[in-house]
């Protein structure tokens, strides 16, 4: 197996920066890393029965507003990721754009975040589709408890050392 | 359609009990509701290239450790539940149990929380599940951005007016 | 002067109930005291130029949403009450509700807390009207910078040693 | 209607620069703007009857110190604003200094915040002096419940595109 | 060695009760413990020059109050101690009184906390100490970074299975 | 007493740093200051009985981990020190590195903190400690309520105006 150079990653260890030379947890050292453009797409998907996902597409229209709720909860999210993830480093937030898409038995979540920083905002973009998702989950589970959170991950990201990176499997 | 009796749902609305009367988000009135003792059991995977889930394995025999720290992100990210969902209500946590699997190509976790309280701990239990599975995601990164996380779901819940729920589907 | 009664009162200290023997501050203790329903409803305004009420307005119908993210900001506040004012218990919030209605120059906000507690949620439903009203804020001095909050106060409580009271200067 | 051309907008979005090109919520883009230094001062007022401002008053002189406790709340509080306003820019504060001060019937808060960054302090100073006036209300409820928090206010903002405003209409 | 029956202790492990029947992390099932009153108290001491304890003894009676803020600052952990400490349970606080002493050389620092709950208030009465005590650092070390944070310690606990415990090694 | 030149002070006081003019608490000033790299490393101690100590050793090579959990709560308690220390700036940490060591009758802890910014990171370091240091003692606390928390200092720091400082009283 090659272990491909990764962008976070420390001189002192093979395969995973997250650990020191004892073997312990650490935030990787990221301070003589240049401050650069960075940004990181990532999205996710909520899937529910189809009677479900008529209740929140005609609440938009009328009354309540699960989009709406479940956007702000991803947006905030962003902000506590390094609260949230234990090695996270904090960062200074630039920019946030979560969208949510109704379709037919699913809702879709996009997340587009930016920081002008030291590392890139990767997590930042997933804990913003991940809130976004549980809300939805927890506005409409009164109706579909069944529903499944699918398929988080990381679509594109931007600046860095490693450049850019864009999935490419599908 | 028939939306079958939720609950949380109040007397107010048809169907998304998150909504007042006016359409407007709220959070949901538990307050007569009785302390009862209720548990939820929630699950995931991270999906994952072979490799990663040797170099996870191997750490964890050897030196770093991805799932002790996911765990504990699990763990404490429960306790945040009701910053990060805008409408959950705090809750007494009264238990947490997090537990992580690493498969052939897979990282599979589930969460346990119980409360002893007025209303239930399913998105406590979910948001276990996508904290764990994100810091297992920020840990192993470096060697594969690739990964996705899939079906975060409620496996069961006991407790409250509806009783036991247990997924049937699979 | 005559200091009334106060729930909230020790019997150690003459007048404010949050100073201890030596003056220190402190939380005060309200630990013998029964869990009962309290109820507190609090409101307050964001004055602004009528043109920036019309955008509000206008906004709402179309695709901007500002009363709905204020909205979802007080409820969230309410939840970290504890955490922003010192001395103040963390209390098990059963039901929250913010309503924001635009005016001619003006946005008026009201929130509705409750809890099922040893101690009133006074501070939590004062507290979902700042963040309410700051978000107005914040969404909107783009267009208009002088923009105030005024009048937040407490217009009724319920429950606890004092039972109800209600504001009768108006 | 014309609307003032604001620093914090983007140009795709005619007025409110808070919600993208559909219409939804999102963190204003500021990744391309300069890191400046930017000063803002708000101001506030708790209004209150004459025998509770003596109580305040003399507090201080002699045990307990309800303006030393607001004080204290106002400064964390202003680290909290990015947690607090949903679409609030994290930024790295460099100087808080809230004041507060006993009148006849009134407690007069005043607080000055400063970043070197990429947005404005505005909501941070607004965020202090909300805190501090909330924490003045809280520590004397027990004697005046009829208490309101008046005129949150910005005086005046200093740095980035639009450079030094002041409050002019009074 | 005789592990002493512990209050928190589950019947599934033998010695450490945060340790589950696989040997993970996770936070220990009290749903089932009665709710009653728990009081803990600890102390602990910030050892310091002669002139530094003249500084915060003089700043106290003058202008500044290294010990009222570091007071609050106490007070304000308690609150913020299931987010600090993975495993502890979240806890409706009822009590909370924190005093600091200035000494020849040191600053002595003591808090009360009382629950009525599940679990004991042991780590909310050490969080409280150790808050208070960085704050003091925090505030004086200008002047002394040579300060030192020494014997935080349980004193007694009331409540709970195992009833009053209180340090007898001194 | 000669009051040494500190590196946070402003001119503005004589003394402590962190009171204003009017001798309030304030955060102070630090805009000015030029982002420099600044390391600091604490170090303290969890004095204990020698029993406890093996259960954790034996734990460690076995099946549970006090030290990983530790280890994971003092990197996560760096990130919140300006939430918990009233006064202390908000910083972007860049490395975090917290070590834990088993001796006979205790638990060595050591934190090292970096980051590039305006202000140092003692805070950051001791707040790691002591973060570390509860939580070996909340994970232990079962079978050894009579630990204490011993020796909580800065060991050296480097960067900024003043330059490196290294303890040298031992």
Redesign the interface.
């Known amino acids: 197996?090659t272990?491909?150079e990764?962008?976070?990653?420390e001189p002192t260890g093979p395969?995973?920066?997250?650990?020191?030379a004892?073997?312990?947890?650490?935030?990787?050292?990221?301070?003589r890393k240049p401050e650069t453009?960075r940004v990181a797409i990532a999205s996710?998907l909520v899937r529910m029965r189809p009677?479900t996902a008529?209740?929140i597409r005609e609440?938009r229209a009328?009354?309540?507003?699960?989009l709406?709720?479940a956007?702000?909860?991803g947006?905030?999210?962003?902000?506590?990721t390094?609260?949230?993830?234990?090695?996270?480093?904090?960062?200074?937030?630039?920019?946030?754009?979560?969208?949510l898409d109704v379709g037919e038995d699913s809702v879709a979540i996009r997340a587009e975040v930016?920081?002008?920083?030291?590392t890139g905002v990767?997590?930042e973009a997933?804990?913003a589709v991940?809130?976004a998702?549980?809300?939805v989950?927890?506005?409409?589970?009164?109706?579909d408890?069944?529903?499944?959170?699918?398929?988080?991950?990381?679509d594109s990201?931007e600046g860095g050392r490693s450049g850019r990176?864009e999935?490419t499997?599908e």
């Open positions: 197996m272990i491909p990764a962008e976070d990653q395969g995973l920066s997250h650990f020191n004892e073997g312990g947890a650490h935030m990787v050292d990221v301070g453009r996710g009677e008529t209740v609440g009328g009354k309540g507003d699960v709406g709720v956007q702000i909860a947006i905030m999210a962003t902000k506590r390094a609260d949230i993830i234990p090695l996270c480093h904090p960062l200074p937030i630039t920019h946030v754009d979560v969208s930016e920081t002008w920083g030291k990767e997590m997933l804990t991940s809130a998702a549980l809300t989950y927890d506005m409409t589970k009164a109706i408890r069944g529903m499944t959170i699918e398929s988080i991950r990381l990201k990176w999935r499997d």
